[in-house]
């Protein structure tokens, strides 16, 4: 009986940490977009320097906390996404907002790569 009861508390403790850990990855995503939108909605070429910085800043923190939670292959293009804004802005380049978009979608990926499916357990 002991060792059900142990059982049933180690799974339980899984699946908390699994819930713990996608709450997290939500609430680090949300820093995330938001910053990604205080870089598309600067009006000055300064005002989207500034919030260019604070977005590398914010993904340092973003991959620091989920480098220990999710893959880190992910994390590493994300970041060259990331890094790639600030020379994209100081070019006038077309593609910025592609760019900032391909951040967003990288991490709704790593979201959905942590939300368990039936068809990544079979």
Request: hydrophobic residues 45%.
């Amino acid at each position: 009986m002991k060792r059900i009861l142990i059982s049933i508390v180690i799974i339980a403790a899984i699946i908390a940490a699994g819930c713990l850990a996608i709450a997290g990855i939500e609430t680090e995503n949300t820093k995330i977009y938001g910053k990604i939108e205080e870089v598309l909605d600067s009006e000055s070429e300064e005002e989207a320097e500034a919030a260019v910085q604070e977005l590398e800043e914010a993904f340092r923190d973003y991959s620091k906390r989920l480098s220990c939670i999710v893959d880190e292959d992910i994390l590493e293009e994300m970041a060259g996404a990331v890094y790639m804004l600030k020379p994209m802005l100081e070019s006038n380049s077309d593609e910025f907002t592609a760019q900032c978009e391909l951040i967003r979608s990288y991490a709704k990926r790593i979201l959905d790569r942590e939300i368990p499916s039936l068809g990544r357990i079979l």
